[in-house]
């Protein structure tokens, strides 16, 4: 069974320190997709990255990196230097590559609040 | 803004009544998903439509139905509804299916309050 695990409910910051949102996922296919979304207080999910279960190789981008370690079934996500604007609740997301639709199991959610 | 549209934005119903959620997804895609948000949880899958028929379903009841039309703008529709039902309805664009290449596209949602 698909399953996705954020063990925080809630972090706060105090804004430009670090924080990692953790993320641990359950599948049993060797084809998969994970993901991280951001939703503010708006209420849209706002995509942030997709990575494939073959392409291990961690990513930075400005402020956020992801690492994925299949070995751990996790797949982390690290804001360095955190804003104000930053602060929303954070979903990790999975989506297996055999299903004939895109269906796509997420999270609890993390709530971040960074303090000015 | 992801330029997926969700109407209305926010809607009050009495148990047993039925809804209609509307969903304009993206120019050029044609796979609209939806999911429904509960307070303080992660979206949950709801069903799936690609060109017009649904393509995957997630654990909802029948009385959860939808439609996609062949600009493949969407509806959502519940039936005799219930105070469970209260929550945030999210659509989301994508084009193809099993391509997961794809990037899904969020509206900001429909919150729905049933009393």
Request: aromatic share 12%.
């Given at each position: ?94 989506s297996?590559?055999?299903t004939s639709y895109d269906k796509v ?12 | 803004?992801t330029g997926v549209t969700q ?15 509307r969903c304009s997804s993206q120019s050029g895609h044609n796979t609209v998903s939806w ?12 069903f799936q439509y690609y060109r017009e028929e649904e393509n995957g ?9 939808g439609l996609q039309f062949p600009n493949y703008s969407s509806e959502l ?14 659509c989301a664009s994508s084009s193809g299916t099993a391509s997961l290449n794809t990037e899904a596209f969020f509206g ?8």
């Amino acid at each position: 069974a698909q399953k996705v695990t954020q063990a925080q409910t809630e972090i706060s910051v105090v804004e430009k320190e670090d924080v990692t949102l953790d993320c641990v996922y359950e599948t049993r296919d060797t084809t998969y997709y994970l993901f991280w979304y951001k939703q503010p207080p708006s209420g849209e999910l706002v995509f942030l990255i997709r990575r494939n279960s073959f392409d291990e190789q961690n990513e930075i981008s400005g402020r956020y990196s992801w690492n994925f370690q299949k070995s751990t079934s996790s797949f982390n996500f690290t804001i360095t230097a955190s804003q104000v604007v930053d602060s929303a609740v954070y979903f990790c997301a999975l989506s297996e590559g055999k299903t004939s639709y895109d269906k796509v199991i997420f999270g609890p959610g993390t709530s971040l609040s960074v303090i000015p | 803004e992801t330029g997926v549209t969700q109407s209305p934005t926010h809607l009050i119903k009495t148990r047993g009544q039925q809804v209609t959620l509307r969903c304009s997804s993206q120019s050029g895609h044609n796979t609209v998903s939806w999911y429904q948000q509960a307070l303080g949880q992660g979206p949950q899958f709801i069903f799936q439509y690609y060109r017009e028929e649904e393509n995957g379903r997630g654990n909802f009841p029948p009385r959860f139905s939808g439609l996609q039309f062949p600009n493949y703008s969407s509806e959502l529709n519940v039936n005799a509804l219930e105070l469970d039902d209260s929550a945030l309805y999210l659509c989301a664009s994508s084009s193809g299916t099993a391509s997961l290449n794809t990037e899904a596209f969020f509206g900001q949602g429909t919150r729905l309050t049933v009393v």
